[in-house]
């Protein structure tokens, strides 16, 4: 079942968050919903441009809705992933999504508001809640000055502004992670005084976290040892800080890198443990299990695993479907 992004993040606000996860295909989708109903949790569904442009906008509109009515006890939320203005645009007015990320992080503060406002007007408009982000993610190496190093991570006032002045919905904010395997260096971790400062400002306002994939070093290995050549010192966010992030405000948790991992050590390993097979279903079907395996691992890392009644009670979804 299909439900407001908004709505959905709520629920669990200082109590759990929910994972969001990115998806290019039927596989994933499989998994993705395998997972969830595995572990009775909500999940945040993302697209991204990339995958749009991949699979095909209809295409993966038609995998989700055929999965909903696959695993029609599951609760989830469609959510565009880094959005411009003109794909937010494209996926409110398609009336198929739950919420969009407008991602105008690169651009000077005011220009942010001043397009994230527009976005925000045209998807309230059509019910549909928005993401922004605020901050810079990544970059933030051991060695910057701590200047430099805290220019870049979200500033609590102007972030309480920026909600203010734009009405979004939910907000990505940059704490120290990045996209992608390689986010730390030495003994980095998250910026949790600087989220808790910003809960100051923003108290019951869903924040949400980016790159927060946690490049398990055993996946890393694995991958290597079947012909993978990922750099070894890859290192993604420790899944202890979690349940420290999640009481300072963090209800929305972005992870795509460690599913494109358990991809990528399932078919190198099953190529390399068997050269005589030429059936791709093989494979897939590891995959799929692997990965529901994934998103029930992290729905319990999360708090969210075992939420479903409470989520459904809580969106008034309790009556027949
Ligand atoms: O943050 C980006 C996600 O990892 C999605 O990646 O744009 O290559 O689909 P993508
Ligand atoms: P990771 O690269 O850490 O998986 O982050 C994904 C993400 O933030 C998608 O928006
Ligand atoms: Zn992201």
Redesign the pocket.
Known sequence: MIVPTADLVKVGYGRFAVGAY?INNMEQALGLFRGGRQAQAPLII?ISKGARKYAGVKMLEAILRAAEEMYPEVIFAVHL??GDEATCYDCIDSGFYSSVMIDASHEPFEKNVEITRRVVERAHAKGVSVEAELGMLGGVEEDVRVDEKHALLTDPDQAAEFVQRTGCDLLAVAIGTS??AYKFKGRQTLHLARLAEIQQRLPGFPLVM????SVPREEVERINAAGGGLDPSAR?VDENEFARAVPRGVTKV?????ARLVWYRVHREHLRDHPEVFDFRKPGELYIQAYADLIAHKSTRLGCAGRLPEVRAALGKDGPR
């Not at 972005?254 to 460690?258: R, V």
């Open positions: 990115n993302q992933d880094h996209h992608g980016h790159g927060a994939s993604g972005n992870i795509d890198t460690d």
